[in-house]
């Protein structure tokens, strides 16, 4: 911070150049400019960009992300004007074509303690401000979407809690829900105003886990079940599952879309499910919250944790499961 | 001095010119896309045509597994490039000359997004396979952005496969059937979901992400 805020005291040889006031005017009209932008631009972040910023409000959880990104951005926008308008006044008053001063040389390169003091108090403040905040965020939403391994560290508070297993591979999604006797499909459906725990795992490479609208995004490593929750709001529709961990030639290609229906309309497509896919399921591997890829690498076959029939080389531990 | 920097700075230019040629000449080589459009009247359904095998037999890496294509005039090609005409039905007959073995997930046992779900196994209507069972499944051949999966029953491993491209129907095979109507124009990346690429990391790598191979293209044009 140099001496456009306030002027140095004068130093013999100095030269104050032609038509340049004292810094206090300068300081003035800076701060009258960023609190007119201000004024505008805060309220039209919070009631007309807000409502739209991504992720939107299909989950508490996206929800929550979308408050998130709106504080940082009415956070961020005080400390963007205030730079932008300072480099724009500088450019503007202090320009050669005006006799402006030198810009390296004599009492307009001093520093100015209270300025650099404030400066520096102020975006400590601000940084530690959305630590404390961002932290109590993702405590408050239960990991905030994010896949907080097999132990997760923040529960949330519900006692009902839907289990949907998503299982990746190379370059497919499929879902297993074991409280409907287990069955596997590659339709991803889940019911309104519920709390879901997506537990995601992976047959082969490390996928990622990205339902968009969700909020939700969790990495799927082999043999781990790493858990996201989610609450659904009232809000039925559409959303894209994308991996996001570039894992082979068809990663581009491994999406698919999956919807929130109504409680009483999912109850009705898992049970139809059930039915339809009881012969299915019956050849699938028991429900685990892990599989264990074939160790003899080709050929197929992929086993609940350690039971693998063809493989003693690999030994993994096996998990209970809990519904 | 100034006609010697011009020519330097041609010559570089040149140079540059020529290795990202090189680049992308490598980058963008595939083998060649069959043309089943060519021609196409509406109503009309098109025939694909394809064999899968245990190795290859010959190029640059005669001990992958491959799909193979029979081009519209009949002759056997080493590629999985198809362009077939939007919203018409393709009926897709599959020579299988590969063994088998339990699918990865046997969710992809299902016959999925075919007409009427099925399949035909040298003749017999089929919507699941047990592929831990018998000869499990050698292939699958699967395009996921259009839910279409049918899993290819193997041959025993014991018998006398065929091990050279293109093979004869005096090998031990299996002819699969099916018939799924093509979406509209786009390119749909398909794949085997069964792991084959042996010696690779879970069998994933090698054929397994190549086109040509395991992994293809269905052009809707």
Redesign the interface.
Known sequence: MTNALTSPPPTPGAVRAPGVPDGHHHFRWMMGIWLVLMAAGEPIIYFVVGPHVPPGTMTSEARGAQFDFYVLLMIALPVILGVWIYLGYAIWTWRASRGGPEPVVGPYSWGHLGAQVGWILSTTAMVLGLFVFGTYELAAAAGAGGGQGPNPLFTPAAHKILPVQV?A????F?YRYPTFGGF???QLVIPANTEIAFHVTS???IHDFWAYQLGVKADANPDYDNIAYTHTTDQLGNFTVRCDELC???HG????TGEVMSGPDFTKWAASNEKVLA??TK???PFAWTYT??AN??????YPDSRDPYSNVEVYGAQTVKL | MGKRIAVVATLFCIAVGLVIFTAMDYLRSNPPTLNFAAGHKPGQTVDLTLQTVGSIGFGTHPTWVSYLTQAPDGKWEHTTLWDVPAHTMIHVTIFQYDSG???????L??V?GTVGGTMTLNGKTIS?V???NGN??AHTF?I??L?IDVPLWGNSSTANLCGVAPCATKYPHNVITFSFMSPGVGQY?W?C????????????GGP????GYM?GFLKVV
């Open positions: 299982i591979q190379q370059w497919l499929t596997e499909t590659d047959l082969d490479v082979g030639i068809w290609a491994m999406y698919n012969a299915a050849l699938l591997p890829p074939d690498g080709a050929d197929g076959g992929y | 073995s339990p699918l990865r997930n046997q969710f046992g299902h999925l699941l047990n592929s831990n499990g499944v699967t996921p952005t839910g990346p794949q979901f069964l792991p084959c690429g042996l010696g690779f990391l879970y069998g994933n397994m992400q190549s086109i992994d």
